[in-house]
């Protein structure tokens, strides 16, 4: 069978998929268009996605014998996986091996704005370290401080997990509170979303993007956070109003931001790279060597299985059979 990988991942996890198939890989170093993805398509019995943009158009012009796109990311708001089931094929994600080292990212940059470590990173650089002054570049303590975790999902509850290490109070929102016992492990404190902005420190985001969580944080909901309160998103830009963002930021209505995803990829908002209290990163909320390599096994192994017949391991939607 035809396996097609729309852009280039390692040999080691795709040779366990050539041992069985045919595999054919993007060699482009760009992501296709919809012409491109599709014409792959048109005798593909499996699609590894990877940053490929699967709407209704692509899934309307596919060809009849493809059963799995195995999405090369855990989350899968690329893919319209509702219309994928109705045309009875499967969508799968990469969940778990990718939590720690997002929840790492989330940090990275959370510490990076806080501490101004670009900042002061391109003031060594540009020759202006002149000696020790006790009062320049100074930032934001992290440790003691509240963090509110919006979305405790397996990303957020690894991002409060590491709270624990710098004394802080933890906060969270989640659609369903979490049980009593990992609240107690993870000492954090459900709490309605308006009232966590008003409360923390430093916001991290951890939803999905769904209808529900598009624009999740607005003018409104900037306007209720503390002016020294830092925003940190590294799960879907268009989780966040951009264009409200830069005015709150402008405005100074919050202290910064620290950004890895972005409302509409790769464009960033005019004026938010300005900024000296904002870090900007390019997507790299997974990116370690370890965990993108473990992301195509998990793609890997969930083609394997839908191919053999058998219910793939990461299966999110429900498809209807042809
Ligand atoms: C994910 O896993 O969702 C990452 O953002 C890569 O797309």
Redesign the pocket.
Known sequence: MKVFVSYWLPDAPLNALREKHTVVVNEENRVLTAQELVAQLADSDALLCVGSRVDRAVLDAVGPRLKIVANW???YNNIDADYAAQKGIMVTN?PDV?TETTADLSWAILMAVARRVVEADAYVRAGQFQGFKPFAMLGADVWGKTLGIIGCGRIGQAVGRRAQGFGMRVLYHNRKPLDKETERALGARYMEIDALLKESDFVSLNVPLTEETLHLIDARRLSLMKPSAFLVNTTRGPVVDEQALLTALLEKQIAGAALDVFEKEPAVTPGLTELPNVVLTP?I??GSWETRTAMAYVSVRNIIAALEGQPPPNLVNKPICQ
């Open positions: 990311g855990v989350g990469t990718l997507h909320g997974s």
